[in-house]
Every structure is written in structure tokens, then in C-alpha cells.
């Protein structure tokens, strides 16, 4: 943890030294320069584990062009990431020490599929496209889901911690308080969004949940216009940090609508996080953050509190940048 908490430090230091040059530009932007640049096609995702899943997502489109298979791939490499404890089975367990999963895929025609409180699958967000292309339905939770992952051939896991979880856990149980904390425990969903050059967009979104959560508990990530929502005719949004803040003003859903009322992406994500403040109270304790791309490649973030960064990939580069902050 501490060193993440160094990182988000240096995180827009390091920005600008990853492609000398090259992105400065759109570092600055957020600095408040000017707005409205805009790329085709263009990867966004949440977090520094953002940067190699771009870097998947990019590798998978240059090669396919399918901007599916590049959100639903690029996302994979960080649920398969052994050092990140907010997504995938190596993620830090519910109050019963157990680890649950929740994911969604969202394209442009509106096709969208998400599973929730699913165990020993390793890639839920697989899973949840398989619901979206496989099924008549949108969301399946629990059992049901990994029965459905069981029937479809995914590899069922062996269900235990891994080294660092079980570590956190065995620490968190002396005290058993739940008190977390910002940019560290409920922040690291990661959630994708990409435009392809044709226009078309899609965006994916996967997490292991809150930390010590209680069990059953589902958060934003699979809930379609919460944390991910998507539409080709105006633009894609997705959202990070505390789900239940989240999905009390359908977060992503607000940014694709405000979009389609004419706000810009940073000016539609900055009115979702005026929005949030309104409706939760305890906001200093609260982190959330939202990031956004319109049908014509312009994009915007914003974040209640500093300390959300995302990852950007475009033709000209790549670059980790720091969003700005409501405070």
C-alpha cells in the first residue's frame, strides 16, 4: 500500500516522462489549458494497472479492429495481475474471507452483459460477455453465474487467498473495523472505455469489490449505467470508487446523457461528481471518480477527491494522467 500511495504522488511527474514530448500536451489540458482534443481510435482506462491494459487493448485492435475483444482482452491483464488486490481472485476478501467478483461489457448498439457475487472464476469479465452474447439476459449473480461458467467451460478455481490477501485479512480480522480509505480500498476497479476508428465504442468494467465487504454485497461495476454505460451515438463512460455512491445518481449513465445534451466529457463527468457530493453524506471519506469519451474521441475525468489517475492510449502515444478533483 504505501507504495501506492507513493506512486499517486509522482503519478503526474511520471506522466510526462513515460513519452517525452509527446503527450505533454494532453497532461496540460487537465492543468487548464485548452480543451477538446480529440483522438480516433482512443483507449481510456482507470488507474495506473490502466497503463498494460491499454497496452493489450491497443495490441488487440491494431490486430483484430474489434473494439470488444480489445476492452474485454485489455481488462484481462489485470485480472490476471498477482500484485493488484481490487480486481480478480488475488483481490482482498469480504468480511467472511471470501473473494467475489463482479464485471460487466457494454457495446454501442447497446448489447451489454455483467455478472455479479460470482466465485472461482477468473475472469468474469469473459463471463459476462458470454451473458451478453450467449443469453436473453443482462445480468446473472451468485450460484448462477458460475453455473453458467461451469456450463460454458470456464475453469472453475480452487477458492482460497493469495499470499498478500490472506496477509491483509489475518490483520484486518483484530479489529474487524471497516474504515476505508480513499485511493487505497475503494478505488481500484478498473474500467476501460474505446472508440475505434469507425466510431464505434465499447467499454468494459471489473473488480473484486470493496475490501471487507460485507458478503453479498454487489457494487457499480455490473450494473449497466453505473459503472459502465455506452452508446455510439453520443459516448462511453465509466466510473471508479465507492459503488454505492455511485449507482445512487447512475453515474455512467448521467455522463452519457448529459453528452447527449451538448455538456463536453469533462464538463459531463465534473456535473456527475457535483451531482454525487449532493446525495452522499460523509463525503471526505468518499472517493469517486469518472472518466468519459465522446463519438467524436474527446474525453474528459474528474474525481471527488485528488488521486484518481487514468490511462490514455492514441496513435500519438501513451500516457498516465492525473485528473483533476472536485477538492
Not at 451468485?142 to 499470499?163: D, H, M, T
Not at 455512491?245 to 465534473?270: D, N
Request: proline share 4%; hydrophobic share 35%.
Amino acid at each position: 500500500m504505501s507504495d501506492r500511495r507513493k506512486f499517486l504522488k509522482n503519478s503526474l511527474l511520471s506522466s510526462t516522462l513515460l513519452v517525452p514530448g509527446a503527450f505533454r500536451g494532453a497532461v496540460d489540458k487537465w492543468s487548464g489549458l485548452k480543451n477538446g482534443e480529440s483522438h480516433k481510435p482512443l483507449i481510456l482506462s482507470t488507474w495506473n494497472h490502466g497503463m498494460p491494459a491499454n497496452d493489450k487493448a491497443w495490441e488487440v485492435l491494431e490486430k483484430s479492429g474489434n473494439i470488444v475483444d480489445a476492452v474485454e482482452q485489455g481488462v484481462m491483464v489485470t485480472e490476471n495481475d498477482l500484485k493488484n488486490l481490487s480486481v480478480g481472485l488475488q483481490g482482498l476478501p469480504d468480511r467472511e474471507g471470501i473473494v467475489t467478483l463482479d464485471a460487466s461489457i457494454m457495446k454501442g448498439d447497446g448489447s451489454c452483459g455483467s455478472v455479479c457475487f460470482v466465485r472461482q472464476v477468473k475472469h468474469p469479465i469473459s463471463l459476462a460477455r458470454k451473458v451478453m452474447e450467449d443469453t436473453p439476459h443482462v445480468m446473472l449473480a451468485g450460484e448462477g453465474a458460475r453455473q453458467f461458467a461451469i456450463q460454458e467451460g470456464f475453469p472453475i478455481e480452487k477458492e482460497e487467498l493469495s499470499p498478500a490477501a490472506e496477509k491483509a485479512y489475518e490483520k484486518w480480522k483484530l479489529k474487524s473495523e471497516y474504515k476505508p480509505v480513499i485511493n487505497i480500498e475503494n478505488h481500484d476497479t478498473i474500467g476501460m472505455i474505446g472508440l475505434d476508428q469507425n466510431g464505434n465504442l465499447a467499454g468494459s468494467c471489473t473488480t473484486s469489490g470493496l475490501a471487507y465487504k460485507m458478503h453479498g454485497r454487489v457494487g457499480d461495476s455490473p450494473i449497466i449505467g453505473a459503472g459502465l454505460y455506452v452508446d455510439n451515438e453520443v459516448g462511453a463512460a465509466t466510473a471508479t470508487g465507492l459503488g454505492e455512491s455511485i449507482i445512487k445518481i447512475c453515474g455512467s449513465f448521467l455522463i452519457v446523457e448529459l453528452m447527449r445534451q451538448g455538456r463536453s466529457p469533462q464538463e459531463a463527468c465534473e456535473e456527475a461528481v457535483r451531482r454525487l457530493i449532493s446525495k452522499n453524506k460523509g463525503i471526505e471519506g468518499i472517493q469517486a471518480g469518472f472518466l468519459a469519451v465522446n463519438k467524436d474521441g474527446e474525453h474528459g475525468a474528474y474525481a471527488v477527491h485528488p488521486g484518481f489517475n487514468y490511462a490514455m492510449h492514441h496513435k500519438e502515444g501513451k500516457a498516465l494522467v492525473d485528473s483533476k478533483s472536485k477538492f
